[in-house]
């Protein structure tokens, strides 16, 4: 079929079977994704076998819940924030931290700190990593009492709450900012995410001739009263992955540098000491 008939087909499949006008946001939508599917059917020549093999996959996919990290890993969070990019230039926003994507694994209902956060609960083997920061506004005043929201991965690259070995909340706090916006947590460094092995995302990646890996990092949501929520990432400098992530969440801007402290006696002290619980 060409476009001009599949494009009347379309338009028979809206005047047949009619109650009522329904929801003309999703009527576009829907009738513009069809009508795009149908043209790739026909450019491509996908056969029936293809196409239920392509349902069956999504349905899948699905069922192990891994609809939100087939997203990430064909780039389309990405696509999505440099939309949200170029919607905030034409408004005239520039500036600040940049965003980058949210991923699958954030859970709310964090617990709620002060100023400082321990994220780990001492239980799990890492580097220790000390990181902070000062929320500002658009003009670069610091934000008192903003939230920050933090969450990242353990030594073997998993998520508290996805992994059960794990305790609840386990490197996830919200930090909410001290008087001259300020907050701090020390957690222990994170390890790269893979795809679950052998799961939907993995088959479509090895189809693809890629992999599933992504470089260390620390997610981190900032909001406060009045203010647009930024969802954005850092990344470990030192990872090899750094640049080859299958998410594609690395972004200039989101690399601080990472120094080491080899002084073994404040190690030590940091170490037995609670400043961050
Ligand atoms: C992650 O940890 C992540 O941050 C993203 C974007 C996708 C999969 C796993
Ligand atoms: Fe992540």
Do not use: C
């Not at 093999?53 to 349905?59: C, I, K, Q, R, V």
């Not at 990242?152 to 008087?179: C, E, M, P, W």
Request: proline share 6%.
């Amino acid at each position: 079929m060409d476009r001009q008939a599949i494009d009347a087909l379309v338009a028979r499949f809206e005047t047949t079977g009619v109650t009522g006008p329904g929801n003309p946001r999703v009527k576009t939508v829907v009738k513009r994704l069809l009508t795009d599917l149908m043209y790739a059917m026909e450019d491509l020549d996908i056969s029936p076998e293809e196409f239920w093999t392509g349902l069956n996959y999504l349905g899948e996919a699905g069922k192990r819940g891994e609809l939100g990290l087939i997203v990430p890993g064909v780039g389309l969070e990405h696509f999505m924030d440099l939309r949200l990019d170029e919607a905030e230039a034409r408004a005239g926003l520039k500036g600040g931290t940049p965003r980058t994507i949210e991923g699958p694994l954030y859970v709310t209902g964090a617990p709620v700190v002060q100023g400082e956060a321990r994220l780990d609960d001492g239980t799990q083997p890492g580097e220790i990593v000390v990181m902070s920061g000062v929320v500002r506004d658009e003009k670069g005043q610091p934000i008192a009492g903003a939230k920050v929201e933090v969450w990242h991965a353990n030594h073997l690259g998993n998520y508290s709450y996805f992994d059960k070995s794990q305790s609840a909340f386990n490197l996830r706090r919200t930090i909410v900012t001290d008087a001259q916006g300020r907050y701090k947590f020390r957690s222990i460094m994170p390890v790269g995410y893979s795809v679950p092995p052998g799961g939907s995302t993995d088959v479509l990646l090895t189809l693809l001739g890629r992999h599933g890996h992504r470089p260390a990092h620390i997610h981190f949501f900032a909001h406060a009263e009045g203010k647009r929520k930024l969802t954005t990432q850092i990344n470990i400098e030192t990872d090899p992955h750094l640049w080859d992530d299958f998410a594609f969440g690395t972004r200039e801007g989101l690399v601080p540098p990472v120094k080491t402290n080899s002084d073994a006696a404040a190690m030590k002290a940091l170490e037995t000491s609670k400043p961050f619980y």
